[in-house]
């Protein structure tokens, strides 16, 4: 077995990601000899406990992390900064912090300031994810096969950003490092939008009169049901990524919006061939994920 990548990993948080990473790391021995679980809640810890999937819990943040050479914050990206402010006097020399949020300029932003000097900050986006939450939600097949980006600030030591790599690669992940800006631009495509639509449409459906919403319901297809597994996500987290990424998601979602008129249009006036282009383009775009090994 290869050497662990660090001595002490301290997960701030423990939701979906936080314990899948907990249990690849206790099943794998090679990314970290010991891991500290954190929670807002003794509940949570006590979950943890009792899954087995973390060596030690702490409640205190700042507790948690003393004498991690790595640290990993798990939690809502909102919660960053106030997180940041508490860890940031009890981190030792040399540790690497880093993120697993779905907004990176954001995270640069609230995190940066407060690190002390000696210590690295990479931060890093896995793209995986379900629609579940909470210590019982991760499981250890989680990242194997998918992305996770990683935005090191400029300057940011090579061993350090080295390091996150192998933690990823260990974890499953394919890893990619990119410019924090254009991070926020892609997944505000590939990922905000599509949860912002998926939200909003769940939302109309609701609205309707309790008469036809419970035909809705009652006589779903498979599109509406895929919505409603999107729509199903943390709130929290999602309301979080959304004033984040503010800037990018209007942006798209601008786009969008010109988008579905030009379609609107296309149907008022029984456009057929521009009709068939979007939707041959659409089973492309299916066609090329499936390629991939990414649908």
Request: contains cysteine; proline residues 5%.
């Amino acid at each position: 077995m290869a050497d662990p990548v660090f001595e002490r990993l301290a997960l701030i948080g423990v939701g979906l990601i936080g314990s899948s990473v907990a249990r690849i790391a206790r099943s794998r021995g090679d990314i970290a000899r010991v891991v500290v679980a954190n929670a807002r809640t003794e509940a949570t810890l006590n979950r943890v406990a009792d899954l087995g999937i973390a060596d030690l819990t702490e409640i205190d943040p700042a507790r948690a992390v003393e004498d991690a050479d790595c640290v990993m914050l798990c939690a809502p990206v909102g919660a960053y900064a106030a997180l940041a402010q508490q860890i940031a006097p009890h981190l030792v020399p040399g540790a690497i912090v880093t993120d697993v949020g779905s907004t990176k300029q954001s995270v640069i932003r609230d995190i940066g300031p407060f690190l002390p000097q000696g210590t690295h900050f990479v931060p890093a986006h896995p793209m995986a994810g379900t629609e579940f939450s909470g210590p019982d939600a991760g499981f250890i097949e989680l990242f194997q096969g998918r992305w996770c980006l990683l935005t090191p600030p400029t300057g940011t030591d090579d061993r350090a950003v080295s390091k996150i790599r192998t933690l990823w690669e260990r974890c499953g992940a394919t890893v990619s490092i990119m410019d924090a800006a254009h991070h926020d631009r892609v997944v505000a495509i590939v990922s905000h939008l599509p949860h912002l639509i998926a939200f909003t449409i769940c939302g109309t459906a609701d609205d309707l009169a309790d008469e036809t919403r419970q035909e809705v319901l009652r006589f779903a297809a498979s599109g509406f049901r895929d919505f409603t597994r999107i729509a199903a996500s943390d709130p929290v987290m999602w309301r979080d990524i959304f004033l984040n990424n503010r800037d990018a998601l209007l942006e798209m979602l601008a786009r969008f919006t010109e988008d579905a008129q030009a379609m609107a249009r296309a149907v008022r006036w029984g456009d057929t061939t521009y009709i068939e282009d979007k939707v041959l383009r659409g089973r492309k775009i299916r066609q090329a994920l499936i390629d991939l090994n990414q649908a």
